[in-house]
């Protein structure tokens, strides 16, 4: 596999931190992406998310014991039309991906 000669990633992030209480904080996270492309192609570099949300509930139970529950939603991610050497993507790299979500 080979690198992408010339390629341009640029996005927005941002954070914002929310203590709930002295044990509990809730921390949230928003990435929007701009643009991300092969400069020879002008085409997608990879099948990247055009936004991303996390969202991070922390509680301090103890100095020793602290719980966490994340949650996270992927924007659609639009496939690239070809690949680092200009020729057209087959297969799976073709395919949309739909807003997802997971948590932990």
């Known amino acids: 596999m080979e690198n992408v ?52 509930l922390s509680w301090q139970v103890r100095d020793d014991v602290s719980l966490q529950s994340t949650f996270t939603w992927y924007g659609k991610q639009e496939p690239k039309k070809y690949n680092y050497k200009g020729q057209p993507v087959t297969g799976s790299e073709k395919n949309e991906v739909s807003p997802t979500a997971s948590s932990a």
């Not at 809730?26 to 400069?39: A, H, P, R």
């Open 5 to 56: 000669p010339k390629a341009v990633v640029e996005g927005l992030e941002g954070t914002l931190n929310v203590p709930v209480s002295e044990t509990v904080n809730w921390t949230n996270n928003i990435t929007y992406m701009l643009q991300s492309k092969n400069k020879e192609t002008g085409d997608r570099l990879s099948i990247i998310p055009e936004y991303t949300l996390n969202s991070t």
